[in-house]
């Protein structure tokens, strides 16, 4: 028996085959925006997929509208078609917030993912950049900053003259060109908003946090990290898949 589970982030739509170990045997990308436009679920099924998937499809989602078209499309089919926050979470990881209900899904399919590691700090560089806590295995809250593409498009955009640029590798010295001036804002800029957070976390707890990076600039700024870090980069698909192990 193989599963299907998915996430369904801001920019990018991640839906993955596993086997009966729970294990992925294969992964496809689509942009979000292309969700609604086209069934791209229902031709994954139909030409990739055997006859001996379960029934149960289970995804982390942050944007209803395109879980909601997907639902939608399988309701008179044999299919059903779960969202993480349906399920009984606090079964598996203790969730220590305000109000639950406003967790992203993204963010508590890390968090499951990275319990494992009992303490542990996970950044993950999506639309947002987000940063979340695991402290003695419990969720214990987060700090939420704009992602670093979401950052660069809306300068450029706000901007008569400022181009929307592609982040190249560190730079040693502040630019000598708008390009160059850009990139050395953007780079020198999120390397002190991560180790600040990073630190403003860690001083207010005595516990050494594991650091988790995930997301599309993981290995871009790994080597900004002034503490040890290990890139996850399938956490939230592992975080969604140990749901579904648990709880479907």
């Known amino acids: 028996m193989n599963f299907l589970i998915g996430d369904i982030g801001n920019t990018s739509t991640k839906i993955c085959i596993l086997n009966k170990k729970f294990q992925i045997l294969r992964s496809y990308n689509f942009d979000t925006s292309k969700m609604c436009k086209v069934n791209l679920l229902k031709n994954i099924i139909r030409k990739k997929i055997n006859k001996s998937i379960s029934p149960v499809f289970l995804f982390s989602s942050v944007v209803p509208k395109v879980f909601m078209n997907i639902k939608k499309s399988f309701k008179m089919t044999k299919f059903k078609i779960l969202e993480i926050k349906n399920l009984k979470i606090n079964k598996i990881i203790k969730i220590n917030i305000k109000n639950k209900k406003k967790l992203g899904s993204d963010r508590i399919a890390n968090a499951i993912g990275a319990k494992k590691f009992k303490n542990c700090i996970i950044i993950d560089f999506g639309t947002a950049t987000t940063f979340d806590i ?11 900053a704009p992602g670093v593409n979401l950052s660069i498009k809306n300068l450029s955009h ?37 180790n600040n957070i990073i630190d403003k976390i860690f001083s207010r707890s005595k516990i050494k946090y594991k650091i988790l990076l995930t997301g599309g600039y993981a290995k871009f700024f790994k080597k900004m990290v002034k503490k ?3 890139i996850e980069q399938d956490i939230t698909i592992k975080g969604i898949a140990n749901a579904y192990k648990e709880l479907v």
Do not use: M
Request: avoid cysteine.
């Open 158 to 194: 706000a901007t008569a003259l400022l181009p929307e640029i592609n982040l190249k590798s560190y730079q040693k010295s502040y630019g000598k060109n708008t390009i160059e001036a850009l990139n050395a804002g953007f780079v020198w800029g999120y390397e002190g908003l991560i």
């Open 228 to 230: 040890n870090v290990v």
């Open 134 to 144: 695991i402290k003695n295995g419990t969720y214990e809250g987060g700090v939420i």
